[in-house]
């Protein structure tokens, strides 16, 4: 089934017949680049199998001068101009990297190619994937690189939330294969955003975005670290950060917090560590950091039960927020998820309060939700735990809300139960 993406009030203009684009994955990264590539004049097919990516919600609709379509049937996008892959990778149960649904992404596209055809990586792999993985997928099927069709990586930097750029306005780090391959993508991106940063190779393009991401998580496992020996200090780790981030040059502050989540920070630099352990290479700050975030949650577990009388079972805990980051819905790899779950198993009477989030979803259908500071039957918790910091909270009402109140990013109003961990 074919459905609009475009909402029907907003009827789309005839296409500038600027060909047909096939986005494969319509999550946070795949619909906006759908939705842009139709205004700037595309016939876009996206292709998901989910169908809660297929609905649009009116929020997302956007006026366009091409089209826009979704579809579960993947023999639609068959014949498709330029092909952008857009599917999840995140990391398998046991921490490796999981590249089955581009695999099956790249099947998609090797038999709905046409002669002249542009693919291009979006999704976030490791350094080689673009040369290797999807190179010899392509010829696989009889398709010869830079001469039948072209290839190239434009790896993604969205930053979903409040503060989020617009795709169109983030510039975009292009490399590809070889020159032709290279032309032809960069006159499909430049139709897409307002910059496109072309580099020497495809393994640029990749190591870069998780050189990014990289850069991030060490940071965040450092200032973890730091946060303890600042505490421990009895200095206030954010007014220590906010007074070095007075610095012009040379400083990027980082914040405490209950470790990064998400399916990206936590995830992407695996996918570097894998390719630099297969090159003799692995980055032993890396592991350090990637060992330091997945402990973040226990340690703040053990400081809440020692607080707590080492024994939780029945005390009446209440976490608020908990999505991975602050005014965003959504719980991939959230740190408060995993404190719930640890929670959990200590048998203390729980329950969690976001106002961020609408129903409530799978991973916390079986934990009881409050619509407010209070346990669900309107008693006072025992303690509340600072999950994530949403703009909606009233940090002071939070204070007011239990005896005993967790922080792990060093921001409520300091007073009587404020416990920073
Ligand atoms: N979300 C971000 O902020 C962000 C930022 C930068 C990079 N990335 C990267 O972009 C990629 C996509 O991430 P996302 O956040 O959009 O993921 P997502 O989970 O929001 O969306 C991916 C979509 O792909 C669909 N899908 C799964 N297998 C498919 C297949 N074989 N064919 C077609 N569709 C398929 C899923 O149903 C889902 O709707 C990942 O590699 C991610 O690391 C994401």
């Known amino acids: 089934m074919i459905q609009d993406l475009l909402h029907p009030a907003i009827a789309p203009r005839p296409s500038l017949n600027r060909g047909r684009l096939a986005v494969l994955g319509l999550g946070y990264v795949g619909r906006p680049l759908a939705l842009g590539a139709a205004a700037a004049g595309y016939e876009v097919i996206g292709y998901d199998p989910a169908p809660a990516a297929r609905a649009v919600t009116s929020a997302a609709h956007r006026p366009g001068r091409g089209s826009s379509r979704a579809s579960a049937d993947p023999a639609v996008l068959a014949g498709a101009d330029t092909w952008l892959i857009c599917v999840p990778t995140p990391l398998d149960a046991r921490g490796r990297p999981d590249l089955a649904a581009v ?6 596209a090797a038999r709905g190619l046409k002669p002249g055809a542009l693919v291009c990586l979006v999704s976030t792999c490791q350094p080689g994937a673009t040369n290797g993985l999807c190179r010899s997928v392509l010829e696989e099927a009889g398709w010869r690189i830079g001469r039948d069709v072209f290839l190239a990586v434009s790896p993604e930097r969205e930053n979903p939330g409040p503060h989020a750029l617009a795709t169109s306005s983030i510039p975009r780090l292009l490399g590809a294969t070889d020159d032709a391959s290279l032309r032809r993508a960069l006159a499909f991106w430049r139709h897409i955003v307002d910059r496109v940063e072309v580099v020497a190779s495809p393994e640029i393009a990749e190591c870069a975005k998780l050189l990014e991401n990289t850069y991030r998580l060490v940071n965040i496992a450092l200032m973890d670290e730091l946060h303890a020996a600042f505490t421990a200090l009895g200095v206030a780790t954010r007014d220590v950060v906010a007074a070095a981030a007075t610095k012009p040059f040379g ?16 995830v992407d630099p695996a996918f570097l560590q894998m390719e630099a352990a297969r090159a003799g290479a692995p980055s032993v700050l890396l592991a350090k950091a990637m060992a330091r975030n997945r402990g973040r949650v226990a340690r703040v577990m053990r400081q809440i039960s020692a607080r707590l009388g080492d024994d939780l079972e ?8 908990v999505t991975y980051k602050p005014d965003v819905a959504d719980l991939r790899a959230a740190a408060p998820v995993r404190l719930l779950r640890a929670l959990q198993g200590g048998r203390a009477d729980l329950a969690w309060h976001d106002p961020v989030i609408g129903a409530a979803p799978k991973a916390l259908s079986a934990m009881p939700r409050s619509a407010a500071l209070t346990m669900p039957d309107g008693a006072r918790p025992d303690a509340i735990i600072l999950g994530t910091p949403h703009r909606a909270f009233d940090m002071v009402a939070i204070t007011r809300a239990a005896p005993l109140l967790f922080d792990p990013f060093g921001i409520l109003p300091a007073g009587l139960g404020v416990i920073v961990v």
């Open 103 to 108: 695999r099956a992404a790249l099947g998609v």
């Open 251 to 266: 400083f990027a502050p980082f914040w405490p917090g209950l470790g990064a989540g998400g399916h990206c920070i936590p």
């Open 314 to 321: 029945g005390k009446r805990v209440l976490v608020a927020g």
